[in-house]
């Protein structure tokens, strides 16, 4: 077959595609190309929308507890802007900011988020809210650490009990709250040793595996509340200050990256500490687990 | 078993009361995934034909290569699609990060490879007296390349089938590049794994039950055209 028939096949289909996708981009920042799909189109509250889409990049835990399922959706109706959950884990949601691709961010690692503040990667860093985080395992609890008031002593007696435990291992907040209870009870991160375990997935799916494989795990109360079976995974070690979880919102350096929506971003943090905000996470949960998720705590 | 029970159930009840967005995700789901897949038709096909049929120096290599692509993890196309759309990287501009056009992109290139490996093998395994009689009938080039892509359409269609299985179970692409946004980018692969990490197994079961559904009506189409062709 000689060479023009092979430019022959390789013309027209091509031309084909690339036409298809010349008409794709304009779909693109709305909702999908096709008619299927059922997207709500944001009321035009022009006045305040910042007309762009806005990333916020946030944690799997504030994710999995639904919270942001009902702030997301008040915002956007009082903007008028449309918001991109991207739940990723606190580390993850970091390295977006990190490179611009996110606005703003939801994230609950303290020592990384001062890190990222130092890059001059952030600015406003606001608090939000809190909870905090509970050591859970199997009822029959062979490391014997229930009603322990102090997180590190439990910690040291799970590792003498070399008693099964599983950890995020995914850069998460919660993955860095467990490390540094590990440091509190001046242990070595006990990664390699046969009784230490890392699933790399979020924490739903941790508290699955740990509870299938009977061992203790490290999880936000909000994510227990609303995933684990109570009986089976009850929580053995609540309290201690170090177990305090604090959520921050950072609107990403429009600065250093020009292509962030900076006044969506801005507004969203305001958003996130006003009035109607506060009073959704002072409620949320409440209802159907008989204690509120989380707990507004603004400077 | 109850758990599987528990799921038929879910599944059935979804269906029937069109909870949980499940007609949008799943009419979304096969929007995404038919035109990814009309796409690496329409570019596969004839790559495949161009394979099989040309000679030039290299073939053997693009044909490997071809072959290799059917490898394509799907983790390894959503993430280099990711780095070309996010704003940092070459395309950021485009706004296309997180919307169903990048799935479609990324799943293109995950469909295309298949469709084109399966069709070079298809025409590669043709008699090869079909060529010369095809010739001596005297077809120009156009008709030549219809010919054959009908002689060869049975294992073609199976070209088709494995490139619209290859990215309607795929999640982790989809995942990256969609961002699973309800309502813009959730399909159900990646609603299933959402309902997974919340720890509802019986929802997620669901969602894989209809999915399961949905392919095998597509392949029970497909093949009915295929075996109908075959009867002739």
């Known amino acids: 077959m000689r060479l023009r028939s092979l430019i022959v096949s390789f013309a027209v289909f091509p031309a ?33 929308s910042s007309g762009k889409e806005l990333i916020l990049a946030t944690t799997t835990s504030t994710q999995d507890s639904g919270l942001l399922d009902v702030l997301v959706p008040l915002y956007e109706k009082q903007t008028g802007d449309k918001v991109k959950v991207i739940a990723v ?28 503040m130092k890059e001059g990667a952030g600015i406003n860093r606001t608090r ?9 395992g199997p009822a029959a609890d062979p490391a014997k650490i229930k009603g322990t008031k102090d997180a590190a002593a439990a910690m040291k007696a799970i590792a003498a009990a070399k008693a099964p435990f599983y ?32 699933t790399g997935q979020g924490m739903g799916p941790t ?3 740990a509870v299938e494989k009977d061992g203790y795990t490290l999880s936000d109360r909000a994510t227990w509340l609303s995933n684990a079976d109570k009986t089976k995974q009850p929580v053995l070690v609540e309290g201690d200050k170090a177990l305090f979880n604090v959520y921050h919102v950072i609107p990403v350096n429009p600065a250093k990256f020009p292509s962030v929506n900076k006044t969506g971003a801005e507004q969203f943090r305001a958003f996130m500490v006003s009035k109607d905000a506060l009073a959704v996470i002072s409620t949320f949960g409440k209802e159907k687990y008989g204690q509120a998720l989380f707990y507004p705590y603004t400077e | 078993m109850g758990l599987l029970l528990e799921a038929l159930q879910e599944a059935w009840r979804l269906l029937v009361t069109g909870d949980g967005d499940v007609y949008s995700i799943t009419l979304r789901t096969g929007a995404i995934t038919g035109i990814s897949t009309a796409l690496s038709a329409l570019v596969g096909l004839p790559v495949g034909l161009a394979l099989a049929l040309a000679r ?15 490898g394509m993890p ?27 056009t990048a799935m479609v992109l990324a799943q293109f290139l995950i469909a295309m490879p298949v469709i084109a490996a399966v069709t070079a093998g298809a025409v590669m395994a043709l008699p090869p007296s079909l060529h010369l009689q095809i010739r001596a009938m005297g077809a120009g080039t156009v008709e030549y390349l219809w010919l054959v892509a009908r002689e060869a359409r049975l294992p073609l269609l199976v070209a088709l089938m494995a490139g619209f299985g290859s990215v309607i179970s795929e999640v982790g692409a989809s995942m990256m590049v969609g961002g699973n946004l309800s309502g813009e980018t959730r399909v159900l692969t990646t609603a299933a794994v959402l309902e997974v990490s919340r720890g509802r197994m019986g929802t997620a079961m669901a969602l894989g039950i209809i999915l399961l559904t949905l392919v095998l009506a597509i392949a029970f189409a497909l093949t009915i055209v295929q075996q109908r062709s075959q009867r002739r």
Not at chain 1, 179 to 188: E, F, I, S, V, Y
Not at chain 2, 56 to 70: D, I, K, M, S
């Open chain 1, 128 to 136: 939000v809210m809190y909870n905090d985080f509970v050591i859970v």
């Open chain 1, 167 to 198: 950890g995020r291992g995914d850069n998460s907040g919660t993955q860095a709250a467990e490390l540094a209870l590990w440091k509190g009870a001046g242990l070595d991160v006990p990664k390699g040793q046969a009784w230490y375990h890392e």
């Open chain 1, 89 to 116: 884990g606190s580390g993850a949601a970091l390295d977006l900011g990190r490179k611009g691709n996110a606005d703003v961010l939801l994230v609950h690692s303290p020592a990384a988020e001062e890190a990222y």
């Open chain 1, 207 to 209: 508290l699955t595996v």
């Open chain 2, 74 to 100: 799907p983790v390894v196309a959503g993430l280099f699609v990711s780095i070309l759309l996010w704003r940092s990287g070459p395309f950021g501009a485009l706004h296309l990060i997180y919307t169903p």
């Open chain 2, 56 to 70: 030039f120096p290299g073939q053997r290599w693009l044909v490997a290569l071809a072959n290799a692509g059917t």
């Open chain 1, 16 to 48: 084909l595609l690339v036409a298809a996708c010349a008409s794709a981009p304009q779909a693109a920042p709305s909702a999908t190309p096709a008619a299927a799909a059922a997207t709500p189109s944001p009321t035009a509250t022009a006045v305040k």
